[in-house]
């Protein structure tokens, strides 16, 4: 039971502490970016993610497929499976 007691006092001692961390929180106001926030310089695909964008689609591949070399590492739903049946056109279901 000491020992217990001693845990809760040194949690709620630690509770109190204020600790600030030196890292800097992007998005935490939209309007701004922390100068020092982190960025990422480059994004680098292989071919087998290539392969799995142009799922269903067939050489040629138009140009308005070129912004698949700037996209990075974000959601994008042209990457992804969507919906199921006569909706899905590039046969991801298959």
């Known amino acids: 039971m000491r020992a217990f007691q001693l845990v ?4 709620l001692l ?4 204020s600790v600030r961390a030196e890292v800097p929180i992007a998005g935490v106001e939209p309007s701004s970016r922390p100068a020092e926030a ?3 310089e480059w994004v680098q695909h ?11 689609l067939q050489p040629p591949y138009p140009p308005s497929l ?3 070399d700037n996209q990075g590492d974000w959601y994008t739903p042209f990457t992804r499976p969507g919906m199921r049946g006569r909706y899905d056109i590039r046969k991801w279901h298959q």
């Not at 630690?14 to 502490?17: D, I, M, Q």
């Not at 292989?46 to 269903?56: E, F, K, S, V």
């Open 46 to 56: 292989d071919n087998t993610w290539y392969q799995r964008a142009l799922t269903g």
């Open 38 to 40: 982190p960025v990422l």
């Open 8 to 11: 809760i006092g040194t949690l």
């Open 14 to 17: 630690l509770s109190t502490l």
């Open 66 to 68: 070129n912004f698949l």
